[in-house]
Nanobody, 122 residues
Framework: QVQLVQSGGGLVQPGGSLRLSCVASGYISSGDAMGWYRQAPGHTHELVAAISGGGNTMYADSVKGRFTISRDNAKNTVYLQMNNLKPEDTAVYYC????????????????WGQGSQVTVSS
């Protein structure tokens, strides 16, 4: 089994920053790809960023230049640093683990974190 436990999130003003963390445990290794998704009310699930086992990254166009995904293999943790946040970034963010990475794209596995609310509002 794979467990993904998220932390971070909260309320921030436009232009502010937040960092999400996702600690993985169980049958998962540093060679596994990981991703972050989000879902806003009335919107479909959206891939925000992903990172391969080798450290390659990909981002949704809407967050390029503002969000950074990284991983600390010693801590089995993946991070999503979110800078210059906008109201349209408001959503519940989900960590996904042990997905498929191919051709610089990421397909999710059925392994999800519990979700973290991010609200960007003045």
């Amino acid at each position: 089994q794979v467990q993904l436990v998220q932390s971070g999130g909260g309320l921030v003003q436009p232009g502010g920053s937040l960092r999400l963390s996702c600690v993985a445990s169980g049958y998962i290794s540093s060679g596994d790809a990981m991703g972050w998704y989000r879902q806003a009310p009335g919107h479909t699930h959206e891939l925000v960023a992903a990172i391969s086992g080798g450290g390659n990254t990909m981002y949704a166009d809407s967050v390029k230049g503002r969000f950074t995904i990284s991983r600390d293999n010693a801590k089995n943790t993946v991070y999503l640093q979110m800078n210059n946040l906008k109201p349209e970034d408001t959503a519940v963010y989900y960590c996904n683990g042990k997905g498929t990475w191919y051709d610089d794209r990421y397909w999710p596995s059925p392994r999800w974190g519990q979700g973290s609310q991010v609200t960007v509002s003045s």
